[in-house]
């Protein structure tokens, strides 16, 4: 069993690489096909490891439209890429089939990933329908293949969609961990690349003061030292990106500034 990567106490920066369309994606590049898919990620993941980020995600954030459960051709992609990319990968890593938490565990089981980040609780009017995610099953799931180890990353504020859940963002969060057993929980802004709402961020922190916590979306260089000074860490995709464009290329320059600074901080 492997280490658990975030822990209370101690900074982590997890870094996003973000998998091209995958097939049976609206934008998969079925001429170029796995290869260009491939080269993507290996370049990608090469830039964020040599600026010595302390972890990375596969993600299919470029399969939009978005689903709620995972296509056998999707999943089965991704573990392949994963797969064919693992030779490579010097530091922990996770993932996150956007938006299914069962196939995102299943995925995490196969690859023999540390973490699994997802919405796993509440139900939300989204741009994807409505959406009420399985927490038990993939739970379950990661229980019966022995993988007590693997983090469960709660991301308890859905991007692109609002709750129908009125509680405050700190009493779900606390709610989650109790009724949910969530190992980490994670903090969004409305959409990727977006930046956290830090007053709800500090009300998560001041309800869980023990419980590992991550802003999830929209840090950058010039937003980190707050963020840090609330939180146990950050997922970070956009900001690492050419231009902090999301869809572009990960930015090598970029990522070692980003680095460089966070160094700082400790």
Known sequence: MSEKIIQFGRKTVVAMVHIPALPGSPDYDAASGMT?????????????????VDAVMFG??????????APP???????????????????PFGVNYLWDPVATVALAVATEASFAREIFTGVYASDMGLWAPDCAGAARLRASQG????????????????????????????SAVFSSKADVICVSGPMTGMGVNQTELREVRE????????????VTIDTVAEIFSLTDGCVIGSHLKHNGDTWSAVDPERVRKFMDKVETLH
């Open 36 to 52: 260009k898919i491939i080269a993507s990620v290996i370049a990608d993941l090469e830039a964020l490891q040599s600026g010595g």
């Open 60 to 69: 299919n954030e470029f399969d939009r439209p978005y689903v709620l459960k």
């Open 73 to 91: 051709e999707g999943l089965s992609a991704l573990a392949s890429v994963i797969g064919q990319v693992k030779s490579i990968i010097k530091v």
């Open 147 to 174: 993988r007590s180890d693997l983090q469960m990353l709660f991301n308890i504020n859905a991007e692109f969609a609002t709750s129908l859940d009125t509680r405050p963002l700190a009493v779900k969060a606390k």
């Open 207 to 218: 309800a869980l003061p023990d419980t590992p916590l991550l802003a999830n979306t929209g």
